[in-house]
């Protein structure tokens, strides 16, 4: 008998400004690789992922959507059905932090009312050179009533766990709302407490990193 692929499958969504590191956070979480070289994301990307949550395989299906005003327009089309959010910020850019309103209202006004959001304020590694301070990014999330963390697709920093933590969220709403994908729904677990593993497939062709680009 064929093995099952997995027990749950569930579709997350990045959002926020461009060059913030939606795609840097992504391509760390599945191939376990960072560039600085990234080239901009044009309308939306997906990867996917397998993770382990109390010896059950959850399909993890992510779409990396562009920031930039003129895709602006597309993105909501990928609200349907989305299970979870990851919206994102610079912490060493103002302004990225203070669009996460505008992103917010988007998504409120676009997507399910039970969508589950975590809020990441990405290059940790630069906290040196931070402009948004931590205490502003938890009292942000509060105020919107979504789940905090800071990471860094540089060095690493959270970027499991962020998918862990939303994975979670997502999996304990299903079980509370009776509305599971498949299996039995997932017992309360803590992330530090997941076995994250890679079965993420390759792309068959890559795009080349333009020289230079800023990452993304």
Known sequence: ???????????ILMLGESGVGKSSILTRFTDDKFSTNFLTTLGV?????TIMINDKKVMTQ????????????????????VDGVVMVYDITDRNSFESINYWMKNLKDNADSNIRVILIGNKFDLADKRAVTKEEGDKLADSYGIKFMEASAKSRH???????????????????SGNSSGGNATTAIE??????????????????????????
């Open 45 to 49: 990307e997906y990867k996917h992922k």
């Open 191 to 216: 992330p530090t407490e997941l076995n994250v593993h890679l079965d993420a497939r390759r792309e068959a062709a890559k795009k080349k990193a333009a020289k230079g680009s800023k990452c993304c």
């Open 1 to 11: 008998m064929k093995q099952k692929s997995s027990d749950e499958t569930i579709k």
């Open 62 to 81: 992510v779409w990396d959507t562009a920031g930039q005003e003129k895709f602006r327009t597309i993105t909501p089309v990928y609200y349907r059905k």
């Open 158 to 176: 959270n970027v499991n766990e962020l998918f862990a933590l939303l994975s979670v969220d997502i999996l304990e709403y299903r079980q509370s």
